[in-house]
């Protein structure tokens, strides 16, 4: 671990001196990098500083121990040496945990994107239940939730929902969600009483940067259209909503939640940037995960995530096998004990394939 440290510290006072170079200041991207890098290695750097300034005064009182013949500047030795001790040892796991190797999308905003799956009026239904979950669950932790762009359901909830979330470590926190969601109950629609088995599927993606996905606007083709549903005198009225097409991949993105066209077009080119990112993302984990494929993180949305039982009021999640039966709760928005145990697995994960002990 100590290399690794010591590694960590020359790359540090090494990007303290690239951040000062003209070719670095004059470069916004590259500036911008390395500024991140310079804040992310400090938070390591000053904790390795006090590590060895605690081993150093280890060393010296157990020194003093070994020449000082006076007992009350021996138990004063010794009370500092157990104190350093304890220090250490919660400046090792401190360490251990900063040593993780972090996502770097981890405190980006993301675009959530939840679409009813197997089970017909069911799913939609059910795709709305997942929506106001995340609601409640934004609201809890004091993020903006924006919805673009929705498709409603016959029977009531959301064929498809398109929404962003901003605020602290949003990604990090809500990346857990993507995978396929599946709910077993008695739909409102089933006369027989019969429980059934519907799922709807959700994308949590990292809201991207300009400079971070290059889009060429003549791969794009722009369609303006009446936006529909609730929202004034401009639904039906104005060509404010707007459609994009990406035509080397075939992706379409739609958005009408403003009035404006051109806040419309901003945002629908935020969400295409994305979408993007996540085929290129997919195309390195698939490549990576020739090597090791992570349980938790891999963020699949084809992946079965979560099970929510109705009649057992049970919810289950399937990567690391927690069951939980506050199913009404869960669906009030309280999904932090899930969200937090899949971190720390995930974090074991890394720990052990960096080698980290």
């Known amino acids: 671990m100590l290399d690794k440290l010591q590694a960590l510290k020359e790359r540090f ?3 303290g001196q690239l951040i ?6 004059s470069d916004m991207s590259k500036y911008a990098k390395l500024t991140k890098e310079y804040k992310d290695l400090e938070k390591i750097v000053f904790a390795y500083d006090e590590y060895s300034l605690i081993l150093q005064n280890i060393d010296s009182s157990k020194e003093m121990l070994e020449k000082e013949k006076d007992p009350e500047f021996r138990e004063m030795a010794k009370a500092e040496l157990d104190e350093l001790r304890e220090r250490k040892i919660t400046l090792e796991e401190e360490l251990k945990q900063l040593l993780i190797p972090k996502d770097p999308n981890d405190s980006k905003d993301c675009i959530l994107e939840i679409r009813g799956g197997t089970g017909g009026d069911e799913a939609a239904i ?12 934004c609201e809890m932790q004091g993020w903006k ?3 673009l762009d929705l498709t409603f359901g016959s029977a009531g909830g959301y064929k498809e929902i398109i929404a962003t979330v901003s605020g602290a470590d949003v990604y990090g926190m809500l990346k857990y969600e993507s995978g396929v969601h599946r709910v077993q109950r008695v739909p409102a629609t089933e006369s027989q009483g019969r429980v059934h088995t519907s799922a709807a599927s959700v994308a949590v993606l990292p809201e991207m940067d300009e400079v971070e996905v290059h889009l060429d606007m003549n791969d794009i083709r722009k369609d303006t259209y009446c936006s529909s549903g609730p929202g004034g005198q401009s639904v039906n009225t104005t060509y404010s909503a707007v459609r994009l097409t990406h035509n080397p991949t075939g992706l379409v993105v739609t958005c009408q939640d403003e009035k404006s066209q051109i806040k419309n077009f901003e945002k629908a080119l935020k969400v295409l940037r994305s979408r993007l990112y996540e085929i290129e993302l997919a195309k390195h984990n698939e490549a990576v995960g020739a090597q ?8 699949d949305r084809s992946d079965k995530i979560r099970t929510y039982n109705y009649p057992q009021s049970r919810v289950t999640d399937h990567r690391i096998n927690k069951t939980v039966y506050n199913l009404p709760d869960v669906m009030d928005g309280h999904i932090e004990e899930f969200i937090s145990a899949l971190r720390l697995a995930e974090n074991l994960e890394k720990m052990q394939a960096g080698g980290i002990e």
């Open 292 to 299: 090791r494929k992570s349980m938790v993180g891999s963020g």
């Open 145 to 147: 939730l924006t919805v």
């Open 126 to 137: 059910f795709a709305g239940d997942l929506f106001r979950m995340y609601e409640r669950f």
């Open 20 to 25: 000062i170079l003209p070719d670095s200041m």
């Open 13 to 15: 006072e090494e990007v």
